[in-house]
């Protein structure tokens, strides 16, 4: 059984997300185009100042932002890997694990009482966010009890 290193593994889910998000920039970029290609007069349209907002309001707007999701995750993920400690870099990369996981599984499900209005789109974005940032907010909970106890135990060594 060959052993993992937590480093490793959260530089592959950076390279993950990055190429992911890549991905979907240039599915961005290609859903333009295709619409560029249908309406020629829209060529036109990019002289306006409006074209901003047509670019945005359109079919290119949910790769768009799933890129940028993405590249946020990746420089989440990337924390990890400045961690200098093997047990603490686990710790950050199971949070991660956790936390991701609760956000799939918990968004679908809160889009479905969302359609039924037991819940308001407010809800379902901040438990999207909260999950998604929980990793960073739980990595510092843990180095500040992790500060503290090495104090009380240096103290208590004294």
């Known amino acids: 059984m060959t052993e993992t290193n937590p480093k490793e593994e959260l530089e592959d889910l950076i390279n993950i997300l990055i190429n992911v998000g890549v991905y979907f920039l240039i599915l961005a970029i ?8 249908q309406n020629p007069l829209y060529i036109l349209s ?11 309001g359109e079919g290119a707007t949910i790769f768009l932002l799933l890129t940028v999701i993405l590249f946020i995750a990746a420089g989440i993920v990337k924390i990890g890997t400045l961690l200098k400690d093997e047990y603490e870099q686990n ?5 991660i694990d956790i936390f991701w ?3 799939l599984i918990g968004l679908p499900l809160l889009g479905i009482l969302y359609t039924g209005k037991a ?3 407010a809800a379902i974005i901040s438990f999207g966010f909260v999950t998604f940032i929980a990793p960073l907010i739980t990595l510092i909970v843990l180095k ?5 106890s090495d104090k009380i135990q240096q103290n208590h060594d004294d």
């Open 91 to 95: 710790t950050y990369k199971s949070s």
């Open 46 to 56: 990019l002289i306006v100042w409006n074209s901003l907002t047509k670019i945005i």
């Open 30 to 37: 290609l859903a333009y185009l295709w619409m560029i290609l």
């Open 144 to 148: 500040v009890i992790w500060l503290i």
């Open 119 to 121: 819940v308001s789109i």
């Open 101 to 103: 996981i609760i956000n």
